[in-house]
């Protein structure tokens, strides 16, 4: 098994539908682009966001366990996903990519 590493690529806001739907939050999110996290093979990197693991596990497990190639060569490199968290007003986009190094 392998280590991936998960990078966040983009973070988008939709004010209107915030303004629109959303009851007020203190606080939403604490990743900011660039943010780097490894997952040791199957295992929540420490900090990471719940509900965006659970959007992301599945390829993150996947990757992890050698497998890759999604949907038929969508990502030009084949050990690689680019999946976004299921927050449908400030979506987080994560790219994955499995490492060389093998998981603890």
């Given at each position: 098994?392998?280590?991936?590493?998960?990078?966040?690529?983009?973070?988008?806001?939709?004010?209107?539908?915030?303004?629109?739907?959303?009851?007020p939050?203190?606080?939403?999110?604490?990743?900011?682009?660039?943010?780097?996290?490894?997952?040791n093979?199957?295992?929540?990197?420490?900090?990471f966001?719940?509900?965006?693991?659970?959007?992301i596990?599945?390829?993150?497990?996947?990757?992890a366990h050698?497998?890759g190639?999604?949907?038929?060569?969508?990502?030009?490199?084949?050990?690689s996903?680019m999946i976004?968290?299921?927050?449908g007003?400030?979506?987080?986009?994560?790219?994955?990519?499995?490492?060389?190094?093998d998981?603890e």
């Amino acid at each position: 098994m392998k280590k991936v590493k998960i990078t966040v690529a983009r973070i988008t806001t939709y004010p209107d539908l915030i303004a629109k739907y959303e009851n007020p939050i203190s606080h939403a999110c604490s990743m900011q682009e660039g943010d780097v996290f490894v997952a040791n093979g199957w295992q929540k990197p420490s900090g990471f966001c719940d509900s965006a693991w659970e959007s992301i596990s599945p390829f993150v497990m996947t990757l992890a366990h050698g497998g890759g190639d999604f949907y038929d060569g969508w990502m030009r490199n084949p050990y690689s996903a680019m999946i976004s968290c299921n927050d449908g007003f400030r979506p987080v986009s994560f790219y994955l990519e499995t490492l060389d190094e093998d998981a603890e």
